[in-house]
């Protein structure tokens, strides 16, 4: 249930050393929910004068992914022409409703198996592309498991874990807090970059 291909980026370089990265980095951007909370459908709202997700598919792209897997479950029909537009994929959760863990997963099952580095981000958690941008890099020039990004000790996304990791994040459950397991088998191995912009704790289903 995979749509078109994928386009590789070359990752642009925020940290001020003038110094290119590449690598293959694929983000999954969690779209399946029912948006019941907040009572309308999170990814067509309007953020920053385009519909929700595709703000966040161009976004990472302008940032230095090199592909974008969206999972989609409830109301799918509405955004899949979205995304495609965009050169990004697309994934079809059939069980959503079981909880945030079964689109993770979904969406890592779908990304390329040439992926070396995951990043997490839901799609109400809208995000500028330096901001990816700086995580990327700080990501990839620690060589870190994980990288988290911290905003005035609160911790937020989006979050990067390298694709060795793949396997555990395949066994993630609801009874076990899901990405909370990743981070507690691996606590010593979590990077985290001070990002002074709160906007890495922005949440919409909070609101």
């Not at 940290?15 to 459908?41: T, W």
């Not at 099952?109 to 941008?133: G, H, K, T, Y």
Request: with cysteine; hydrophobic share 40%; proline share 5%.
């Amino acid at each position: 249930m995979i749509v078109c291909g994928c386009i590789s980026f070359l990752i642009k370089d925020y940290s001020g050393d003038n110094r290119k990265l590449m690598a293959y980095v694929s983000a999954v951007v969690i779209a399946a929910g029912e948006s019941s909370r907040m009572g309308r459908f999170k990814p067509l709202l309007q953020w920053d004068g385009l519909p929700m997700i595709e703000f966040q598919i161009s976004s990472l792209f302008e940032a230095g992914v090199t592909e974008v897997v969206v999972v989609v479950g409830h109301n799918h029909e509405s955004i899949v022409g979205n995304i495609s537009s965009l050169g990004a994929k697309y994934v079809i959760n059939e069980y959503y409703r079981d909880g945030k863990t079964t689109s993770i997963k979904a969406g890592i099952s779908s990304i390329s198996p040439d992926c070396e580095e995951i990043l997490l981000l839901a799609v109400d958690q809208p995000r500028p592309p330096d901001i990816i941008a700086n995580i990327i890099s700080s990501h990839l020039q620690s060589n870190a498991l994980i990288t988290s990004p911290v905003y005035q000790d609160r911790g937020g996304h989006p979050i990067m874990v390298s694709s060795s990791l793949r396997p555990d994040l395949g066994l993630i459950t609801e009874s076990r807090q899901g990405i909370r397991e990743i981070f507690q088998s691996h606590s010593d191995d979590i990077h985290r970059i001070k990002i002074d912009n709160p906007i890495i704790c922005l949440d919409l289903n909070n609101f």
